[in-house]
């Protein structure tokens, strides 16, 4: 819709609703007391009403939230006044739900230029809207972080095989920036982690993609310090590539945590493993006392002694019994049969 009036008939209004059909947004046409007297099949979608049901009713009734009744009434004055509105405004679907549109509304005239009603068309902008909220405050957080000295950057220029940080990337190091030469930046990465830094730097390159890698660099203190990197690669025209950009944040505070958590669970697991074992080998020597009542001799009492923990305490166990010097009687149990003899 332009900026002036469109001249449309009350006749023809009805008569363009196949055209508004065709239309990608939610169309609406209303007389000069709000009431609906068009609705195309994008109004359908997006304010969930069918047709059949919104022509004939009020706007301020379907698709105005309660709160927003005084607002809509000053933009319809405005726009039957003669003027266009466009901007952001809520609206109320058939679900109770509310989306968020971006609309123009223009006054309809008819061939003597008397003002008949309006003409609506909105797109749903909620997600959109959203999305760029998300972004605004991801870039606000990073921002803040630059200019709190947080956040190193980085480049490497292939054709001159130089690479440049910022004060902020030295410090991140832990060297003095006058110190860089631009090359020897790999003898501070600790040693461990060196060949996995590396190799996610040449996948990149490789696949002209991006790339994360956290890892721990060594300050001249010999304090460690992790570092959690992240950068892009940047291709010409034909494809090549012409080098990296990127930045750096420090998470040694968070890797401590983790490596702190993870401590924990590995001692909270082998507690519990040393209990179960503890409370295995308990219910077991009381089992004995069970067994030796059931035993007709002390050899009895070994093969019953041995059968008893396999496989519950072992795959084989061997019970000896010397009585006296140069007699030594042994039984055996093990969970594969084909091995007893052995």
């Not at 060196?194 to 040449?202: C, D, H, I, P, Y």
Request: charged share 25%; hydrophobic share 40%; glycine share 8%.
């Amino acid at each position: 819709m332009g900026g002036s009036a469109d001249r449309v008939s009350p006749q023809g209004l009805t008569e363009i609703s196949t055209i508004l059909d065709a239309l990608q947004r939610a169309v609406i046409l209303t007389d000069c007391e709000m009431m609906i007297t068009g609705w195309n099949a994008k109004a359908e979608q997006l304010y969930g009403w069918p047709t059949a049901e919104a022509i004939g009713r009020s706007v301020y009734d379907l698709i105005t939230p309660p709160d927003l009744l005084d607002v809509g009434r000053s933009v319809m004055a405005d726009v039957l006044a003669g003027h266009t509105w466009t901007g952001d405004i809520r609206v109320l679907r058939r679900d109770g739900s509310q989306r968020l549109t971006f609309s123009f509304i223009n006054p309809v005239v008819d061939a003597s230029g008397k003002i008949v009603g309006a003409i609506s068309s909105a797109n749903d902008i909620t997600d959109a809207r959203r999305l760029e909220r998300e972004a605004s405050t991801a870039a606000d957080h990073l921002l803040l972080a630059f200019a709190a000295g947080d956040v190193g950057t980085w480049r490497w220029d292939r054709r001159g095989s130089l690479m440049s940080w910022d004060d902020a990337m030295c410090r991140l190091f832990g060297i003095e920036p006058s110190a860089f030469d631009g090359e020897s930046w790999q003898h501070l990465v600790h040693p461990d982690d060196l060949e996995r830094v590396t190799s996610n730097l040449a996948a990149a390159i490789e696949h002209r993609g991006a790339y994360e890698v956290d890892f721990r660099v060594i300050w001249a203190d010999r304090s460690e310090h992790w570092i959690d990197s992240r950068g892009k690669v940047f291709v010409g025209d034909a494809n090549e590539v012409l080098g990296t950009i990127g930045y750096a944040t420090e998470i040694t505070d968070r890797k401590a945590a983790e490596l702190d958590a993870r401590r924990r669970a590995a001692d909270a697991e082998r507690l519990a493993n040393d209990e179960s074992r503890q409370r295995l080998r308990l219910e077991f020597l009381v089992g004995l006392n069970d067994l030796a009542i059931q035993a007709v001799d002390h050899r009895d009492l070994m093969r019953r002694t041995a059968m008893a923990a396999v496989p519950r305490l072992g795959d084989w166990c061997t019970v000896h019994f010397a009585p006296q010097p140069g007699v030594h009687e042994i039984e055996v149990a093990h969970s594969d049969p084909d091995r007893m003899e052995w």
